[in-house]
């Protein structure tokens, strides 16, 4: 099987999670992928643009390996980008808190990506104990 391109990819991903999840987890990935785009609200700011950069390198390593292993749960560990970018949002805390609608967005996106990290722990170490076969396809 030849892989689709990058972009194809990332329009597959897309796709499989607005189109094919189930409604609470397309409910639950269609706000992650809200909470983490309002970054562009905030280019202007250090926080948005890091926000944003981590969200773009995280969906281009998602479709890496969505060209090598399919919807397989080991997507979630591209998550763990937003571990350092988390602990450097809370570490600048002091400076955030001084624009409230900034600190408001950073605190949704902060306890979103914690949430989605908990099930991304839960996924990749049941795609480690062997649980390997693509669960959604385009």
Sequence with gaps: ???????VSILHLLGIVTLRFKPVPRIWATWLMAVN???VAF???IEGQVAFTVAGVAVLAMAL???RNRFTRVLGICHILWV???AWLVWRWDSIQTDPTLATWITLMIASNVVSLVID???VTRFLKGERKPFYAW
């Design 1 to 7: 099987m030849t892989r689709p391109n990058l972009i």
């Design 37 to 39: 785009l309002a970054a």
């Design 43 to 45: 280019l202007g700011r």
């Design 65 to 67: 390996i969505y060209q």
């Design 84 to 86: 350092p970018m988390i």
């Design 121 to 123: 722990v839960t996924d």
